[in-house]
């Protein structure tokens, strides 16, 4: 992509997608990243960071997920890994999962959904806290289920208890009732987009959050996924 199409301004379809966020029943959440910015956050090796060095020079989708353990999460993060590296590099977009584990389950929650890209913890839910992301599940009618999402409530859930007992630490990686979101910020502390999860199944469409950050790019999520450009 050349770089006077990443210059051209987003406007339009920005608009688009926000309007139908809102026919879609989740409007926006109310965002101070000042409030969490020297936070730390831990990578899979247990070294510390400030959370702001994740946005403070460049566009970043920040993804929030439930425990490891949760199957929606694990199959929204099996389609987070079909996003080419290149697709986010020629955008000078940053992708990042924050989970609230500790950090030695990082690493094999990424062996298990191939994950490459950056992926943090916040283990005591600091961030979560502070940001005001919901605990405990709330169902509306107007609610879209995440198309990421392929397994039903009961499979889904045998997923889950099957993997915290083969697991060698058997824990549930993180609090079972907080929920997840997802934020777009950067360069410094301006929050372009956020949404914080009603339940377990209100992640916000992958293409959505790709194309509200600047990427040209969506990608067609199958077996085989593929990029197509818009």
């Known amino acids: 992509m050349s770089k006077k199409m990443a210059d051209e301004p987003k406007l339009?379809?920005?608009?688009?997608?926000e309007k139908e966020l809102y026919e879609r029943g989740a409007p926006p959440a109310d965002v101070n990243l000042k409030d969490v910015e020297d936070c730390l956050i831990y990578d899979p090796r247990g070294m510390s960071l400030p959370f702001k060095s994740l946005y403070q020079d460049r566009t970043s989708i920040l993804i929030f997920v439930r425990n490891f353990l949760c199957y929606s999460c694990k199959e929204y993060m099996d389609d987070l890994s079909k996003i080419p590296k290149?697709?986010?590099?020629?955008?000078?977009?940053?992708?990042?999962?924050?989970?609230?584990?500790?950090?030695?389950?990082?690493?094999?929650?990424c062996s298990l959904t191939g994950y490459p890209h950056d992926i943090y913890v916040d283990p005591e839910r600091i961030i979560y806290q502070k940001l005001g992301m919901k605990r405990e599940e709330k169902f509306t009618n107007s609610a879209q289920p995440s198309p990421h999402v392929k397994s039903g409530v009961f499979m889904g859930q045998m997923k889950s208890i099957w993997r915290a007992m083969m697991s060698p630490a058997f824990d549930f990686q993180g609090d079972l009732h907080q929920q997840g979101g997802a934020i777009i910020a950067g360069p410094g502390s301006q929050v372009h987009f956020s949404h914080f999860d009603m339940n377990r199944l209100d992640h916000m469409p992958i293409n959505w959050l790709l194309r509200l950050?600047?990427?040209?790019?969506?990608?067609?999520?199958?077996?085989?996924?593929k990029v197509i450009h818009v």
Do not use: N, W
């Open 213 to 225: 950050a600047g990427v040209q790019q969506t990608v067609h999520f199958g077996e085989k996924a």
């Open 12 to 17: 339009p379809i920005t608009r688009q997608i």
């Open 86 to 109: 290149e697709v986010l590099e020629d955008a000078e977009v940053d992708l990042v999962v924050i989970g609230q584990s500790a950090h030695y389950h990082i690493e094999p929650f």
